[in-house]
C-alpha cells in the first residue's frame, strides 16, 4: 500500500525549541515537498527535493531547513521555531509530469 | 505565482452543479485538482497535461484550457460527500523557472447541504 507516513501528528513546543518533522514514503518516488497550510491561504510550498541531495526554496523557506540523504526520507527541521510557524504541515511525494501527488496525514504544529 | 481560484466559497444543494476555476498568470505545463475533506489530508482527483484535455471521474470533470493558462473544474448533481475544499496545483513549463514547484491554489470551500 502507498504510504506516506509523518511524525509527530500534534507537537506542542516552545519558541527556540530545534524540532525535526520526519517523513517517509514507498512509493520509490523522486520528488518529495512539504508544504505549511494556513487558513485563506492554501497550501504553501516550504522546499522540495527532485532526487538524493537534490532540494530547493520553495515559495516560503525561511525558518526552515531540509534534508534527502536517502529517496525515502524528507525531514523537515525547524532550528529555531517561533510563533508564526505554528501551522499544519503536510509532506507529500510525486507530482511532476502525470504523477499524482500523494500526501501524508499531516501534523499539527503550536509553537507557544 | 499562486493560481487564483474562484469562487473562494460555494453552497449548494444536493443535485446541484458547480463549477470551480483556476488561473495563472504564467505558462502552464498541467494542472492538477484535489480535494481536501476537513481535518483530512488532500486527496488527489485528476491531471490535465494537453491544452484542451478534458477529464472525467464519476460526475466530477476539468477541463484545461492551455492558451488562457486556465482550467475547470465541473461538479455534476453534486452529493453531499463533495463538500470540502477543492484545490487547484500548477505545475510550469520544463524549462522555464520553478519548473520543479507545483503551486496551489487558495483553495475553494463547497458545502453540499441536503
Known amino acids: 500500500e502507498a504510504q506516506v507516513t509523518q511524525n509527530p501528528r500534534y507537537l506542542i513546543t516552545v519558541t527556540g525549541k530545534k524540532l525535526t518533522v520526519t517523513c517517509s514514503q514507498n512509493?520509490?518516488?523522486?520528488?518529495m515537498s512539504w508544504y505549511r497550510q494556513d487558513p485563506g491561504l492554501g497550501l504553501r510550498q516550504i522546499y522540495y527535493?527532485?532526487?538524493?541531495?537534490?532540494?530547493d526554496k520553495g515559495d516560503v523557506p525561511e525558518g526552515y531547513k531540509v534534508s534527502r540523504k536517502e529517496k525515502r526520507n524528507f525531514p523537515l527541521i525547524l532550528e529555531s521555531p517561533s510563533p508564526n510557524q505554528t501551522s499544519l504541515y503536510f509532506c507529500?511525494?510525486?507530482?511532476?509530469?502525470?504523477?499524482?501527488?500523494?500526501f501524508g496525514d499531516g501534523t499539527r504544529l503550536s509553537i507557544l | 505565482q499562486q493560481p487564483v481560484q474562484s469562487p473562494q466559497a460555494v453552497i449548494l444543494r444536493e443535485g446541484e452543479d458547480a463549477v470551480i476555476n483556476c488561473s495563472s498568470s504564467?505558462?502552464?505545463?498541467?494542472v492538477h485538482w484535489y480535494r481536501q475533506k476537513h481535518g483530512e489530508a488532500p486527496v488527489f482527483l485528476m491531471i490535465?497535461?494537453?491544452?484542451?484535455e478534458q477529464k472525467g471521474h464519476d460526475k466530477i470533470s476539468a477541463s484545461f484550457n492551455e492558451k488562457k493558462q486556465q482550467s475547470s473544474l465541473y461538479l455534476t448533481a453534486s452529493q453531499l460527500s463533495y463538500s470540502g475544499t477543492y484545490f487547484c496545483?500548477?505545475?510550469?513549463?520544463?524549462?522555464?523557472?520553478?519548473?520543479?514547484?507545483?503551486?496551489f491554489g487558495q483553495g475553494t470551500t463547497l458545502q453540499v447541504k441536503p
Open positions: 507529500a511525494t510525486g507530482g511532476l509530469g502525470n504523477q499524482p501527488q500523494h
Open positions: 512509493m520509490n518516488h523522486e520528488y
Open positions: 527535493s527532485m532526487n538524493v541531495e537534490v532540494t
Open positions: 504564467k505558462a502552464l505545463y498541467s
Open positions: 490535465l497535461l494537453k491544452g484542451g
Open positions: 496545483g500548477t505545475l510550469r513549463r520544463p524549462g522555464s523557472s520553478n519548473t520543479g514547484k507545483l503551486i
